[in-house]
């Protein structure tokens, strides 16, 4: 399986929208959505802290890693 992006779950807990975090981090909506939803190849680690800054989170709040075995 991999790794999971969990933007989701911070951005419920934090009761933010997908177009104010969007707006905040500085990247499109289009980039977002393939990010939010596992479809990016890799992500920039100034991006990374971008999002953790404006979800006042860690990159482990953000990402997990399930291994096939998990499911």
């Not at 933010?16 to 990016?40: D, P, Q, Y």
Request: proline content about 1%; some cysteine.
């Amino acid at each position: 399986m991999g790794i999971i992006i969990n933007i989701d779950v911070m951005l419920a807990k934090r009761k933010m929208s997908v177009t104010e975090l969007s707006e905040r981090v500085g990247i499109t909506m289009a980039n977002l959505s393939i990010l939010k939803n596992g479809k990016a190849k890799a992500v920039r680690f100034s991006t990374l802290e971008a999002i953790c800054k404006a979800l006042d989170c860690q990159p482990g709040d953000i990402l997990e890693y399930k291994s096939d075995e998990d499911q």
